[in-house]
Antibody
Framework: EVRLLESGENLGQPGGSLRLSCEGSGLIFSSYAMTWVRQAPGKGLEYVSSISAAGGSTHYAEPVKGRFTVSRDNSKNTVYLHMNNLRVEDTAIYFC??????????????WGQGILVTVSS | DIVMTQTPLSLSVTPGQPASISCKSSQSLLYSDGKTYLTWLLQKPGQPPQVLIYEVSNRFSGVPDRFSGSGSGTDFTLKISRVEAEDVGVFYCMQTTQLPVTFGGGTKVEIK
């Protein structure tokens, strides 16, 4: 059974930094691209970032470009989202999702439970 | 960016009755490989999104056959043949044909 579990610091200040992790199990993690999607409280879904299976290709949504960095460690079955220069509007539940292909993005088939990140002074 | 427009915003359905949700994209979702990367998601209260339909009309593993998807190009439809109480939540369409991935605004389904 494929499982994705997000974790990390979930309270940050404006201008500060946080790192989220997403660990996968039940899959050959190194074979698939991974994507981060977020959902502000009471709002819809918003694309954040993707990384290819080998980590050589990354993509970012405009609102986070230059502030967030996605990376992965396939030896640990984990993808990371490094969030810098945080803004109040980054407050959201962050989901990681698995792709069906090594390149991003084709079909996102499995999603993690999500982690609530709050940015507040 | 491709804009995804879903209608209606909400639905109130009697159990056992059918329901239909429309999703329109601002550009064709047909990719160069001949496939159309349009997915339907259901987010039940307090849960993450789950995949119902991928590539327009393919039911994901374990999804009941009362859910079906159709469409092509820029117009897509999700149909529920007989709504059940467990179908309560928000349905989203999502396109992954072109980055950035974009989502419809969601359709909230309630049971009468």
């Amino acid at each position: 059974e494929v499982r994705l579990l997000e974790s990390g610091e979930n309270l940050g200040q404006p201008g500060g930094s946080l790192r989220l992790s997403c660990e996968g199990s039940g899959l050959i993690f190194s074979s698939y691209a991974m994507t981060w999607v977020r959902q502000a409280p009471g709002k819809g879904l918003e694309y954040v970032s993707s990384i290819s299976a080998a980590g050589g290709s990354t993509h970012y949504a405009e609102p986070v470009k230059g502030r967030f960095t996605v990376s992965r460690d396939n030896s640990k079955n984990t993808v990371y989202l490094h969030m810098n220069n945080l803004r109040v509007e980054d407050t959201a539940i962050y989901f990681c999702a698995k792709d069906t292909m090594p390149q991003a993005v084709y079909n996102l088939d499995y999603w993690g439970q999500g982690i609530l990140v709050t940015v507040s002074s | 960016d491709i804009v995804m427009t879903q209608t209606p915003l909400s639905l109130s359905v009697t159990p056992g009755q059918p329901a239909s949700i429309s999703c329109k994209s601002s550009q064709s979702l047909l990719y160069s490989d001949g496939k159309t990367y349009l997915t339907w998601l259901l987010q039940k209260p307090g849960q993450p999104p789950q995949v119902l339909i991928y590539e327009v009309s393919n039911r994901f593993s374990g999804v009941p056959d009362r859910f079906s998807g159709s469409g092509s190009g820029t117009d897509f439809t999700l149909k529920i043949s007989r709504v059940e109480a467990e179908d309560v939540g928000v349905f989203y369409c999502m396109q992954t044909t072109q980055l950035p991935v974009t989502f419809g605004g969601g359709t909230k389904v309630e049971i009468k």
